[in-house]
Nanobody, 127 residues
């Protein structure tokens, strides 16, 4: 069984930076691709960033490329999302997700591919 837990969400001001953390327990974290999604109220999950199992392939959505950075630390079973220059439109619940199919060198943007998700962490950006 895999357990995913995000943390770090809070209220910030426009233009500020924030880093979200995700810790994964259970199966071999280092074999799995990871991704960050977010959900605006009433909307479907939106892919933000993903990293392959070996860290060599990183993908971003157009909406966050250049502002957000994803990284992973296999020694800590963790993945991070550094978010810079935050805007009110970034207000959402942010989710970390794990694709436990091993050795996936591709990053998939479809939420249905990811089989384990955290409970989400709320990020609110005020103007």
């Amino acid at each position: 069984q895999v357990h995913v837990e995000e943390s770090g969400g809070r209220l910030v001001q426009t233009g500020e930076s924030l880093t979200l953390s995700c810790v994964v327990s259970g199966r071999a974290f280092q074999l799995h691709a990871m991704a960050w999604f977010r959900r605006h109220l009433g909307s479907a999950p939106e892919f933000l960033a993903g990293v392959s199992y070996n860290g060599e392939n990183i993908q971003y959505s157009d909406s966050v490329r250049g502002r957000f950075n994803i990284s992973r630390d296999d020694a800590r079973n963790s993945v991070y999302l550094q978010m810079n220059d935050l805007e009110p439109s970034d207000t959402a619940t942010y989710y970390c997700a794990s694709d436990t199919r091993p050795w996936r060198s591709q990053v998939n943007r479809f939420a249905s591919v990811y089989d384990y998700w955290g409970q989400g962490t709320q990020v609110t950006v005020s103007s």
